[in-house]
């Protein structure tokens, strides 16, 4: 596990918390969606140089298994940015402007979708529905929905992030 982790610039303690994981879930070919959304959620991404080890603990290729990573959007396999910044793109919000909201997140944050801004405080995601479709468009910054989000106010939640800081 640990040496191509480490030639990465992988933390051991990263090293070690994949490994755990996947000592304890990597129990069946079911698992392997659960144990990738294990391991985001416990560093924040799935690191490229994990996806050997996951691949070996499942008896799958690494090509299935980096497949499955860049097959679903959630999935990052980058550090996230300190604050992550969700747009919605279902219908709905879309209907009501989050394409051109999409567009001035980009610009305002400084990187296209699924990055990271240059000062590495804000990662840029899409997402599908957070449930305000009578009240779009919407986004999630990190684990709060605004809804209604103007260009505008968007500018100003950004903002407040920064003068949080």
């Known amino acids: 596990m640990g040496h191509d982790m480490a030639s990465e610039g992988e933390s051991s303690e990263v090293a070690a918390r994949i490994k755990a994981i996947l000592k304890q879930d990597a129990t069946g070919p079911g698992e392997l969606l659960p144990v990738l959304h294990r391991i985001q959620d416990a560093i924040g991404y799935i690191p490229r140089s994990a996806i050997a080890d996951i691949a070996g603990a499942f008896n799958l290729s690494r090509a299935e298994v980096h497949g499955v990573v860049?097959?679903?959007?959630?999935?990052?396999t980058q550090p996230?940015?300190?604050h992550q910044?969700?747009?919605?793109?279902?219908?709905?919000?879309?209907?009501?402007g989050a394409e051109r909201?999409?567009?001035h997140a980009q610009q305002a944050l400084g990187c296209k979708l699924h990055g990271k801004s240059e000062d590495g405080k804000?990662?840029?995601?899409?997402?599908?529905?957070?449930?305000q479709c009578a009240t779009s468009?919407?986004?999630m910054i990190?684990?709060?929905?605004?809804a209604k989000v103007s260009v505008t106010r968007f500018d100003k939640l950004?903002?407040?992030l920064g003068d949080a800081a």
């Not at 860049?70 to 990052?76: D, G, L, V």
């Open 70 to 76: 860049t097959f679903y959007h959630h999935f990052r």
């Open 80 to 82: 996230p940015g300190q």
């Open 85 to 96: 910044v969700q747009v919605c793109r279902a219908e709905a919000c879309q209907s009501m």
């Open 101 to 103: 909201l999409l567009q």
């Open 122 to 131: 804000f990662s840029l995601e899409p997402v599908f529905c957070l449930g």
């Open 137 to 139: 468009p919407a986004i």
């Open 142 to 146: 990190d684990e709060k929905v605004y």
């Open 158 to 160: 950004i903002a407040q």
